[in-house]
């Protein structure tokens, strides 16, 4: 067992994070926080408007911000943007503040989940496959370096997806009470 205050779900965007992560919480009797959602809202900007207006390096800082004040919480499963764990500061802090749960997808899935999607900047011009494989390259590494547990998404329904992850971190997740 491996307690700790919140769940928090890494992995690349297409992997099911918000979808598992919502059915997660209610199942667990948590509160979702889709980090991307929340960083909208208090921005009062889309992350691809955010991402114009201020590059990939002003949404990171802000990200970087807005985990740090979530991971203060508790009892929470947090989905993360696809891009958390490229700070240092905030991969320390995952590791140190949660249990973290690795959604892996192949990159075939990933192409078809993410087949009309039009918001995500890094997606933007040019091959999607081409896009994805170099981020998994980057990312890949770095979501295995927090992860308490891998779960591999790829060809599952979210509600299959979610049962099963459910009791893996059922097994080998203890919640962190208030103290």
């Given at each position: ?82 891009g958390a764990v490229l700070s240092p500061v905030t991969c320390e802090l995952l590791r140190k503040q949660s249990f973290v749960v690795y959604i892996r ?50 060809g599952m329904s979210a509600g299959s997806a979610t049962s099963k992850v459910c009791a893996q971190v059922q097994a080998q997740w203890r919640r962190e009470?208030?103290?």
């Amino acid at each position: 067992m491996n307690p700790a205050p919140n769940l928090v779900l890494v992995g690349p965007m297409g992997a099911g994070k918000t979808s598992i992560g919502k059915r997660l919480a209610n199942r667990l009797g948590l509160e979702f926080v889709d980090a991307d959602q929340r960083l909208e809202q208090l921005a009062g900007a889309t992350v691809s408007t955010i991402f114009e207006l201020e590059g990939e390096a002003g949404f990171r800082a802000r990200e970087v911000q807005l985990l740090g004040e979530l991971l203060r919480g508790r009892g929470q499963v947090i989905a993360t943007g696809g891009g958390a764990v490229l700070s240092p500061v905030t991969c320390e802090l995952l590791r140190k503040q949660s249990f973290v749960v690795y959604i892996r997808v192949d990159i075939h899935q990933q192409l078809q989940r993410l087949a009309r999607d039009q918001t995500r900047p890094l997606l933007s011009g040019g091959d999607r496959r081409e896009k994805l494989e170099a981020l998994a390259a980057t990312r890949g590494p770095l979501y295995e370096s927090v992860a308490d547990l891998v779960f591999d998404s790829s060809g599952m329904s979210a509600g299959s997806a979610t049962s099963k992850v459910c009791a893996q971190v059922q097994a080998q997740w203890r919640r962190e009470e208030a103290a």
